[in-house]
């Protein structure tokens, strides 16, 4: 369990750190507009790792590894979409393509981060 903690925070260290270099632009470019686009892009994406690294030993133990990545792959996808629907309903003051181009880029980084921690404890259970 303690490898799960620290993925997860690893990918909320990452997920930070990436907020933490767009707020300017985003503040000085957009105001607050921009730093809610932000803070909402930044969560959307967090909430589906965090579950999918709960998740993924699960599926490792259970000999489902395949399953557990396109599981994986469509609860991330299906969580930004709705959460991108759900704001252009409920905030629709937001910029579509302000919004939709910060969840890109903290759906990216988020995927990156979730994978390289996936694979390298996939690799550290085949070595150990």
Same mark, same amino acid.
């Given at each position: ?7 997860? @925070? #690893? %990918? !909320? !260290?990452?997920? &930070? ?5 767009? #707020?300017?632009?985003?503040?000085? %470019? ?11 892009? =930044?969560?959307?994406?967090?909430? /589906?790792?965090? *579950?999918?690294?709960? &998740?993924? /030993?699960? #599926? ?6 395949? +399953?557990? $990545? ?9 969580? =930004?979409?709705?959460? +991108? *629907? !759900?704001?252009?309903?409920?905030? /629709?003051?937001?910029? /579509?393509?302000?919004?939709?181009? &910060? ?7 988020? %995927?990156? $981060?979730?994978? #390289?921690?996936?694979? @390298?404890? &996939? ?6």
């Amino acid at each position: 369990m303690k490898s799960v903690l620290v993925q997860q @925070s #690893w %990918l !909320a !260290a990452s997920n &930070l750190l990436l907020g933490l270099v767009l #707020w300017i632009p985003m503040s000085r %470019l957009f105001g607050a507009m921009g730093v809610e686009g932000l803070v909402l892009a =930044a969560v959307l994406c967090l909430v /589906p790792g965090l *579950l999918i690294l709960v &998740l993924q /030993p699960v #599926w490792s133990t259970c000999g489902l590894k395949g +399953f557990g $990545a396109l599981a994986g792959g469509v609860v991330r996808t299906l969580f =930004a979409l709705a959460g +991108f *629907l !759900a704001i252009r309903r409920f905030r /629709p003051e937001l910029p /579509p393509i302000l919004f939709g181009s &910060l969840l890109s880029v903290f759906y990216l980084v988020s %995927l990156g $981060a979730e994978t #390289w921690m996936i694979v @390298s404890s &996939l690799d550290r259970h085949r070595s150990g």
